[in-house]
């Protein structure tokens, strides 16, 4: 098991910029890939950012390129999600994720590559922070 801690989500001005992290604890050893979710209210769940712990391969949703960076220091087993260029619709619970199992699947890279980052991979969750942008 791992568990997973996100902070630094806080309200900020449109435009403003914010800095998330997470860190893991438990077997870390088994991460091989982090994520960023995150979910608006009346709207689901949406993937942000993802990279891989090994190579640090990274993927990002079409509405985060270009204005976030996602980022990980694995000796300290973190990862950060900056954010630039918030927009209102940026407004939502942001959640860290983890994925143990060490699959990747063809269909799963596919998506990430257009710009859909899929939840199905990851198995464990933080409690999630708000991040709400104001104008």
């Known amino acids: 098991h791992v568990q997973l801690v996100e902070s630094g989500g806080t309200s900020v001005q449109a435009d403003g910029s914010l800095r998330l992290s997470c860190i893991a604890s438990?077997?870390?050893?088994?991460?091989?890939?982090m994520g960023w979710f995150r979910q608006a209210p009346g709207k689901e769940r949406e993937g942000v950012a993802a990279i891989y712990s090994d190579d640090s391969t990274i993927y990002y949703a079409n509405s985060a390129k270009g204005r976030f960076t996602v980022s990980q220091d694995n000796a300290k087993n973190m990862v950060y999600l900056e954010m630039a260029s918030l927009k209102p619709d940026d407004t939502a619970m942001y959640f860290c994720?983890?994925?143990?199992?060490?699959?990747?699947?063809?269909?799963?890279?596919?998506?990430?590559?257009?710009?859909?980052?899929?939840?199905?991979?990851?198995?464990?969750w933080g409690q999630g922070t708000q991040v709400t942008v104001s104008s």
């Open positions: 438990g077997d870390t050893d088994k991460i091989a890939c």
């Open positions: 994720a983890a994925d143990t199992t060490g699959y990747t699947t063809t269909p799963w890279l596919v998506s990430a590559k257009r710009g859909f980052i899929g939840a199905g991979r990851f198995d464990s």
